[in-house]
């Protein structure tokens, strides 16, 4: 017998909820209102930014942030009084037109590595007159309008009849970084000598120093004159007796002046002459091959070589100056190398030969007479020899050493575009070697 449903209540026909009805809406209730308030907490720093206190708002106002301005400097009376010889000061005077106050810097070129050295700093305000070190500095009565600079300078600054210098305000509260410009002083009162090469050098051996410098550590090519390095590799790394046997890529080497072939021997002392008396390419070939096994490797013998004696700008790439990419040295760099081939009295007699007559170890019939290229030789009796160097890159070249009053004075001249520009250089150094030594 089915059971009968007992009919819903009054409360339940309108929609009324039971008990546990009521505690389920509650719950579902708190639950949305926590994650409408998590949400809103969330995103409060868009919605509701702090506001700055009242006391940070006036300081803005009263104090308004300023764009910072370009400094401006002026460089005027600029003068470099040297002296070649005595105890007269060397000083450089200039004057600084300023606008705001901060420290000035001056800055001097290094002539070897071509950066920019501090070599002063001064507070630009109105100051007594004031002595740091060998700088001295003095202002004068208008406030921070004119800075008069005077720099007392070490002595190896008068070696060139050029500098280059630089002044900076570095960055302050109130004004951006200044650089100027780099800018070249001549210097109107040291000896100087006239040159038609592009670069140029007069460096004494003792001192380890220039006598004079045209540009003297501008990067260049320098054709021939790279097989100082060779020799003085070749002396440091094999022996005069040592038999070189001549490669294929040898005998192909251009301007080579052995016209011998593939297998003739040659003495190592042989070689050598004919590489610095009459500029053999293919002498130069062979003695790379033979010390370094390879061109290559030969190449990286006299880079270490030539930083291992002080060259600062070389870098070698062949061993004979033919042209390459990457090849290249200094007139002084060349200096410094060319001192040290005096230091082997084997190379100092070859470099003082006119000509040179040799023969091959293994082929009797070979004899060749070669005369050299050095067209100073003869020049007085204390010119010390040297060598020659063409290319089309390089142009017109000579390193020469000349002795006077006990010292030895290395002479360079890179660039000239004609032989007899070349000859004249290095009589004009000569000269300028005997009145100014």
Not at 117 to 124: A, G, I, K, P, R
Request: glycine content about 6%.
């Amino acid at each position: 017998m089915a059971t009968k449903k007992r009919p819903a209540s009054k409360r339940q026909r309108k929609g009324h909820l039971t008990f546990g009805g009521k505690v389920t809406l509650l719950l579902l209730s708190l639950i949305f209102i926590s994650g409408i308030i998590l949400g809103v907490h969330s995103f409060s720093p868009k919605l509701f930014p702090e506001l700055p206190a009242p006391s940070q708002i006036a300081n803005k106002i009263q104090n308004p942030t300023k764009p910072k301005e370009k400094s401006t400097v002026e460089i005027s009376g600029l003068e470099e009084q040297y002296a070649a010889h005595g105890s007269k000061p060397i000083t450089l005077n200039f004057q600084v037109h300023h606008a705001k106050q901060g420290p000035l810097q001056v800055m001097y070129q290094d002539s070897a590595t071509q950066e920019f050295q501090v070599v002063y700093t001064q507070e630009l305000a109105n100051t007594a007159p004031a002595e740091t070190g060998e700088i001295a500095v003095s202002s004068d009565d208008e406030a921070d309008v004119v800075q008069d600079i005077s720099l007392t300078l070490p002595s190896y600054w008068k070696q060139s009849s050029e500098s280059t210098w630089q002044v900076v305000l570095p960055e302050s509260e109130d004004h951006k970084e200044f650089t100027s410009a780099p800018f070249t002083v001549q210097n109107s009162k040291v000896k100087t000598c006239t040159i038609q090469g592009r670069t140029a050098a007069i460096y004494c051996m003792e001192d380890h120093s220039l006598l004079f410098g045209k540009k003297p550590d501008k990067k260049r090519a320098n054709a021939s004159t790279t097989k100082l390095m060779t020799a003085l590799v070749t002396m440091e790394k094999a022996s005069l007796t040592d038999i070189v046997t001549l490669s294929k890529k040898a005998v192909q080497t251009d301007y080579g002046c052995l016209y011998a072939k593939k297998g003739t021997q040659f003495y190592v002392n042989d070689l050598l002459h004919a590489l610095l008396i009459r500029s053999s390419n293919d002498s130069a070939t062979a003695l790379a091959e033979h010390v370094g096994q390879t061109t290559q490797g030969f190449a990286d013998l006299m880079n270490e070589k030539a930083a291992a004696i002080g060259c600062k700008n070389t870098h070698f790439v062949t061993p004979h100056g033919l042209d390459a990419k990457g090849h290249y040295t200094t007139a002084r760099d060349l200096c410094i190398i060319y001192s040290g081939c005096q230091e082997y009295p084997e190379l100092q007699k070859i470099l003082k030969k006119k000509k040179y007559r040799f023969g091959s170890v293994n082929k009797k019939k070979y004899d060749r007479l070669l005369y050299s290229t050095d067209y100073l030789l003869g020049y007085d009796e204390n010119f010390l020899g040297g060598k020659t160097g063409y290319t089309d890159d390089a142009g017109q070249c000579f390193c020469g050493g000349y002795r006077w009053n006990n010292k030895t004075y290395v002479f360079c001249t890179l660039g000239n575009v004609s032989s007899e520009g070349r000859w004249n250089d290095c009589k004009r150094m000569i000269k300028f070697i005997q009145k100014n030594a």
